[in-house]
């Protein structure tokens, strides 16, 4: 069966947390999850563009409910009022989609001195979930979904020895192929320990495949005349790129620690059906020691 965005169940009564859904993927995750009838919360680092996202779904879905939250993973300071507010304001949290991302930037660092796509890209999505979690715990079928990457296949490697290109000539593919292989470590590492606690929530990652939205603009050659037009129509749509995360967040036959993407060649484009990842992103103890830096950067420990 082809899945498409009318295969999204209700989601009435649903609370739906969704990063960086001004625009592109996450915005078409916030608005598919509204027009099903969950509450959306967008939240995004600039929050004037998020109202006038949040205004193009209300448009779209009269009556829908969304709302707009300041939040910018590249600043602990950022996410931690971030997570506390939100924690405060919904006590019941259904779905984290943890969608904002960096790709390809010139080197350069958030606020705490992390290098840029690392930091925004893992650290950020950490200690967000890190600060929600107490409120998705008690909450049958909740789900935290991580966006990953097919991105975590190349050049990809948590280099210990220097996570934030201290030491190294910066190479920018290879710095976001360790934020997205970070990602889904991330994901399968969570989901064990919610296993183990015997949790009511879930982890699940997911992978747009390679989708024509704004995260591309820093691709080389990309500003070239045609080259935007032509990307928009040998790529994933945002719409359909978007479509592996909401199956992630919502089919009621998703198991935690999977990993959905694009049925298509390599994965690059289509509808979504389960991935495959890198033998290196199965790597527990790879994992366990991301885990254990992940805390000691961001001072965010989990309740599980």
């Not at 593919?173 to 292989?181: D, E, N, R, T, W």
């Given at each position: 069966?082809?899945?498409?965005e ?10 739906a947390i969704v990063?960086?859904?001004n ?10 999850l509204?027009?099903r ?12 563009k998020?109202e006038?996202?949040?205004?193009r779904?209300?448009?779209l ?9 300041k939040?910018?993973l590249g ?6 009022t971030?997570g ?13 989609i ?7 930037p010139?080197k350069?660092t ?6 840029l ?5 893992h ?8 600060l ?17 990457s097919i ?8 280099d ?7 030491k190294?000539?910066y ?10 292989l970070a990602?889904?470590m ?10 183990a606690?015997?949790a009511?929530t879930i982890a699940v990652a997911?992978h747009?495949?390679v ?5 591309s603009r ?5 500003e070239l005349?045609g ?12 719409e359909v790129?978007?479509?592996?995360t ?5 089919d ?5 620690g999977?990993?959905w993407g ?11 059906e389960?991935?495959?990842?890198s033998?290196?992103s ?6 366990e ?10 001072g965010?420990t989990?309740p599980?």
């Amino acid at each position: 069966m082809t899945w498409i965005e009318k295969n999204v169940p209700d989601q009435s009564g649903r609370l739906a947390i969704v990063t960086g859904s001004n625009t592109g993927l996450g915005y078409d995750n916030a608005r598919a999850l509204a027009a099903r009838g969950a509450k959306v919360v967008m939240a995004v680092r600039d929050t004037a563009k998020g109202e006038e996202a949040a205004a193009r779904i209300r448009k779209l879905t009269p009556g829908a409910e969304v709302t707009v939250h300041k939040l910018d993973l590249g600043s602990l300071t950022s996410v931690r009022t971030a997570g506390a507010e939100l924690a405060a304001a919904h006590p019941r949290i259904d779905l984290l989609i943890n969608n904002a991302g960096v790709m390809y930037p010139p080197k350069s660092t958030t606020a705490d001195g992390f290098e840029l796509q690392f930091g925004t890209n893992h650290l950020g999505h950490f200690a967000l979930t890190g600060l929600l979690l107490k409120n998705l715990l008690p909450v049958d079928n909740s789900r935290v979904v991580v966006v990953a990457s097919i991105a975590h296949k190349i050049k990809a490697k948590i280099d210990f020895d220097d996570l934030h290109w201290e030491k190294r000539s910066y190479d920018k593919v290879a710095s976001y192929g360790q934020s997205k292989l970070a990602n889904l470590m991330f994901a399968y590492d969570l989901q064990r320990r919610l296993t183990a606690a015997k949790a009511k929530t879930i982890a699940v990652a997911a992978h747009p495949g390679v989708a024509a939205t704004e995260l591309s603009r820093h691709v080389p050659g990309y500003e070239l005349p045609g080259v935007a037009w032509l990307f928009g129509k040998v790529l994933n749509t945002s719409e359909v790129g978007a479509l592996a995360t909401l199956r992630a967040a919502t089919d009621p036959n998703v198991k935690g620690g999977q990993y959905w993407g694009p049925d298509g060649f390599r994965e690059m484009r289509g509808y979504p059906e389960l991935a495959t990842s890198s033998e290196q992103s199965r790597d527990e103890a790879i994992q366990e020691r991301l885990w254990k830096v992940s805390e000691e950067l961001t001072g965010v420990t989990y309740p599980v």
